[in-house]
């Protein structure tokens, strides 16, 4: 998934969690945050996996 993705993600998430907010409705306004959470844990999860393909390029071209 995509850096781009991620942040559509994470915005889609916004809008719920502001959309629920906006009429009382928890569950869509926590389903909103979970979105935003999830999107945040696999922009972790792809930043992990450059830097570990960097670092394993870095150690293969010595």
């Known amino acids: 998934m995509s850096e781009l993705q991620n942040k559509?993600?994470?915005l889609?998430?916004?809008v719920k969690e502001a959309a629920g907010d906006a009429v009382g409705n928890d569950d869509l306004a926590n389903q909103g945050k979970g979105e935003q959470a999830a999107s945040k844990v696999k922009q972790g999860?792809?930043?992990l996996k450059d830097k570990a393909t960097e670092t394993?390029?870095?150690?293969?071209d010595k």
């Open 56 to 60: 394993l390029g870095k150690l293969t």
């Open 12 to 14: 889609g998430g916004k």
């Open 8 to 10: 559509a993600d994470e």
């Open 45 to 47: 999860a792809e930043d």
